[in-house]
């Protein structure tokens, strides 16, 4: 399958799903994540670890490119856009926008809008190592396979029970939950 082709099938099935709802806004702070697929021989997320630093508040943990929404941002989705090249180099011309996934919060009161979006690969990654400590290209195929074996699918299993792991990492948390949410809408199609 070419890549128009996983475009037109993704936006399809993003645009006609139902996704987590907006919470009340006075109580969590709003940020943005981009989750980046590209193709080689299949469909691939692109996953950032942040930092393995002493007293950093995401230490070590697996997340979508993404952060906070400044005021100096037009929208939601702009702030997931300049996150994305912040953290990646990746520009947004590069980027095939497929639209939102919705809006998942964590216990530190934040509440994130995912979107999703398809990278032509024409930038280099490139990142900072105070924040992250590297990039993962993780086979959509892959989160698929621990998603049925670990009998995920048709339901949403409670945070603590909810991981993907890949070769030495776990995908967890809100992380997971955006995933599974993405797995769910277009995980049998794909």
Do not use: C
């Not at 590069?94 to 398809?118: C, M, P, W």
Request: glycine letters at 6%; charged letters at 20%; hydrophobic letters at 40%.
């Amino acid at each position: 399958m070419n890549t128009s082709s996983y475009i037109e099938i993704m936006n399809s099935a993003i645009v006609s799903a139902s996704h987590p709802p907006a919470p009340d806004p006075a109580q969590f702070k709003s940020t943005a994540v981009m989750a980046l697929f590209f193709f080689r021989r299949e469909p691939t997320l692109l996953f950032i670890q942040k930092a393995d630093r002493e007293g950093y508040a995401w230490r070590n943990q697996m997340a979508f490119p993404g952060g906070h929404v400044e005021q100096t941002d037009a929208s939601v989705k702009q702030a997931a856009f300049r996150e994305l090249y912040e953290e990646t180099g990746i520009v947004s011309d590069n980027v095939e926008y497929i639209g939102s996934l919705g809006h998942f919060q964590t216990l530190k009161n934040r509440d994130i809008q995912a979107f999703t979006g398809i990278w032509n690969q024409k930038d280099e990654i490139v990142f900072e190592t105070e924040e992250i400590s590297r990039v993962l290209e993780i086979p959509f195929e892959t989160l698929l396979k621990t998603h049925r074996k670990n009998g995920y699918a048709g339901h949403r299993p409670n945070v603590m029970e909810l991981t993907y792991p890949y070769k030495d990492v776990v995908i967890w948390g809100v992380t997971a939950q955006i995933v599974h949410h993405l797995i769910e809408v277009i995980g049998e199609i794909l």
